[in-house]
């Protein structure tokens, strides 16, 4: 196994399983957490993520396809996508290749939404653009089902913060082309909410900051 990444809820791995390449992912146990809740949360979440990815799936997002779900070691062995991260290419296609890119990003989030489901780490760490054009969407870890404006908003507004920390030379034409692709799916009137509520969440984070 190869380490590829390291996170605080979890770890990937690049395996080799029935000549296969794939990706484990394991929730490692949590020294400070009381061992009988701390192997409840870590079985809650690898049951959880494997059901919300397929629960993507149906709704039209392209997602990793998962092999096996080990609930007692807390491991998802799941298909290791071939590409790139979006964080990775974003910055580097043609002026018309990142709009229709954005606006594609956009149509995958509007779907989530619409079909109830929050990724909760909307990055494009987390969107690999495969050698065929798709946008993969990966990591559900911090995903959960709502139908709620306010974590929709939430959603949409991480994207934009991570738009403006990576890809602050394209940011503001990206996001105006990730909305225009979610409204695509979710229609007008849900994207004008939505839109109000991101604004919101702008203004708490700034009042928060004044007062600091």
């Not at 009381?34 to 039209?60: F, N, V, W, Y």
């Not at 954005?102 to 690999?128: C, P, V």
């Not at 065929?132 to 507004?157: A, M, Q, T």
Request: glycine share 6%; hydrophobic share 40%.
């Amino acid at each position: 196994m190869v380490l590829i990444k390291k996170g605080a809820e979890a770890s990937l791995y690049l395996e080799n399983w029935h000549n296969r390449k794939v990706i484990m992912k394991r929730r490692l146990p949590k020294k400070y957490r009381i061992p009988e809740l701390d192997l409840m949360i870590r079985s809650q979440r690898t049951i959880h993520e494997p059901h919300i990815i397929h629960k993507a799936k149906e709704a039209g997002v392209p997602t990793p396809t998962i092999f096996m779900v080990d609930v007692a070691e807390a491991n998802i062995i799941m298909e290791f996508v071939e590409g790139k991260q979006v964080k990775e290419v974003l910055d580097h296609v043609s002026p018309e290749e990142r709009l229709n890119l954005s606006s594609l990003i956009g149509r995958m989030i509007g779907r989530l939404h619409k079909h109830g489901i929050i990724h909760g780490d909307l990055t494009t760490s987390n969107m690999i653009l495969t050698p065929y054009g798709k946008v993969v969407f990966v990591d559900f870890g911090l995903s959960e089902r709502s139908k709620e404006l306010e974590p929709k908003g939430v959603d949409l507004h991480l994207m934009k913060r991570t738009l403006q920390s990576t890809h602050y030379k394209h940011a503001k034409e990206c996001f105006k082309a990730v909305m225009s692709g979610y409204a695509e799916a979710v229609g007008k009137e849900a994207t004008k909410k939505v839109t109000a509520k991101i604004r919101e969440i702008e203004k708490r984070g700034r009042y928060v900051a004044d007062r600091g």
